[in-house]
Nanobody, 113 residues
Framework: EKELVESGGGLVQPGGSLRLSCAAS????????MRWVRQAPGKGLEWIAT????????TYADSVKGRFTISRDNAKNSLYLQMNSLKPDDTAVYYC??????RGQGTQVTVSS
């Protein structure tokens, strides 16, 4: 059974940075493209970024392009999201996910002064 466990969320001031991590288990991580999605209070899921299985191709939503970086370490079965220049609108629960809909329990990111 696939398991995805996110960590690294927290409270950060506007303009600050956070690095989210996602530990994957129960499947061959290196065979899967992965993505980060988020859900802000009262809103639906928003796709943020995708990385292919080889880690040589990434795509980003316009809302985070140039500020966020998705990466992965297949040797560690881990996915990452480096978030810089954070804004209050980035406040959400962040999930790592497969392209088939599997996702973890999420980690809360709050951007506030």
């Amino acid at each position: 059974e696939k398991e995805l466990v996110e960590s690294g969320g927290g409270l950060v001031q506007p303009g600050g940075s956070l690095r989210l991590s996602c530990a994957a288990s129960g499947f061959i991580f290196s065979n899967y493209a992965m993505r980060w999605v988020r859900q802000a209070p009262g809103k639906g899921l928003e796709w943020i970024a995708t990385i292919n299985m080889y880690a040589d191709s990434t795509t980003y939503a316009d809302s985070v392009k140039g500020r966020f970086t998705i990466s992965r370490d297949n040797a560690k079965n881990s996915l990452y999201l480096q978030m810089n220049s954070l804004k209050p609108d980035d406040t959400a629960v962040y999930y790592c996910a497969t392209l088939f809909g599997d996702r973890g329990q999420g980690t809360q990111v709050t951007v506030s002064s």
